[in-house]
């Protein structure tokens, strides 16, 4: 079954061709409109999102070399997300659905993550615990079988990727956060300041990075303009260090309650190469199995939401066209 997955839910306008088995085009239009403002504008993304998601499907369905009379299925994610940004890609699958003809699905973005291991390899066998990590959000999840998703920990604050965006704007490194401290954590001392690591000695699974973001911040303003110059490798990395064992030790503290022996790390935040390392480690010497996304796989991307359609389709399930945007959608 040959599916056009369209992903427009935030600042990244994609548009992918996924069929039973392989990816066979995913093209990531990001938004750079938006560094200057440190932030996304829902306005501007909006705007990106009319001007260039028909060039984009065109341009997946050239590289797939297929054709719109090839698409068997149309998936779209309706939530979570800006709901502007929503409204651009649903309106253009419904479109599509009726000029084409085929059916069409609306895809939970959080559920594109979770599936983004298994969008062009075989992914873990049930049961299995994951971990979505990102910009919006930070969840724990136990995956019993197929579209069964049981919540055991959230963040009850900010995601780790916002601490990321957050502590980057304290430091003035520009947005997004998260490259720009992975970056300069490369060249620092991870262990040089010990940043608190919340929540991490309960019994439950949630997570909280809102203080470890004011930590910092309270440790910069503790410094004058050119000792926080010269720490700021130390402060990335020492930082780095702590979200990452934070999310480390909670994700096996998980497996081992629930008896599992594969994890899955997803989201934007799983491209940072220290988690991925720390992981990587992690599992080894557990002798867990470990699938983490290709990093073009773990930011916001069409060939996730294609491949959970494409699941959802061949399943059955397929969307009616009274479906709206839902910004605020839970797993």
């Not at 409109?33 to 369905?61: D, W």
Request: net charge negative; glycine share 8%.
């Amino acid at each position: 079954m040959l599916v056009l997955g369209i992903e427009t839910s935030c600042d990244e306008t994609s548009a992918a061709l996924v069929d039973d088995e392989h990816i066979l085009s995913n093209i990531i239009a990001t938004q750079s409109v938006h560094s200057e403002y440190g932030g996304v504008v829902p306005e501007f993304a909006s705007r990106a999102h009319i001007k260039q998601l028909s060039l984009i499907i065109k341009e997946a369905l050239r590289k797939a070399e297929k054709e719109f009379s090839d698409i068997d299925g149309i998936a779209v994610t309706y939530g979570p997300g800006l709901a502007g940004s929503l409204l651009i890609g649903l309106g253009v699958a419904k479109g599509l659905a009726l000029r084409l003809g085929v059916p069409w699905i609306g895809v939970n973005h959080i559920e594109g993550h979770i599936l983004a291991a298994s969008a062009d390899a075989k992914g873990p066998d049930y049961p299995y615990v994951c971990l979505v990590v990102s910009g919006g959000h930070t969840l724990l999840l136990l995956i019993g079988e197929q579209f069964s998703y049981k919540i055991l920990g959230r963040t009850i604050d900010d995601a780790a990727g916002e601490a990321f965006d957050k502590v980057a704007k304290v430091l003035d490194l520009g947005y997004p956060g998260g490259p720009a401290i992975e970056q300069k954590a490369m060249t620092g001392n991870s262990r040089a300041v010990h940043f608190p690591r919340a929540l991490l000695n309960k019994d439950n699974l949630d997570f909280s990075f809102s203080g470890l973001k004011t930590s910092v911040l309270y440790f910069a303003q503790s410094l004058d303009k050119e000792e926080l110059v010269a720490k700021i490798p130390d402060i990335a990395a020492s930082f780095q260090n702590a979200v990452v064992d934070v999310l480390s030790q909670k994700s096996f503290r998980a497996i081992e309650k629930y008896n599992c022996t594969s994890i899955v790390l997803a989201g934007g935040v799983a491209r940072n190469s220290a988690l991925r390392h720390r992981f990587e480690e992690d599992c080894k010497k557990r002798g867990i199995h470990l699938f983490i996304p290709a990093p073009e796989l773990c930011t916001d991307n069409a060939a996730m939401i294609a491949r959970a359609g494409n699941m959802r389709l061949r399943s059955g399930y397929q969307s009616s066209f009274d479906l709206d945007v839902i910004p605020n959608l839970s797993l």
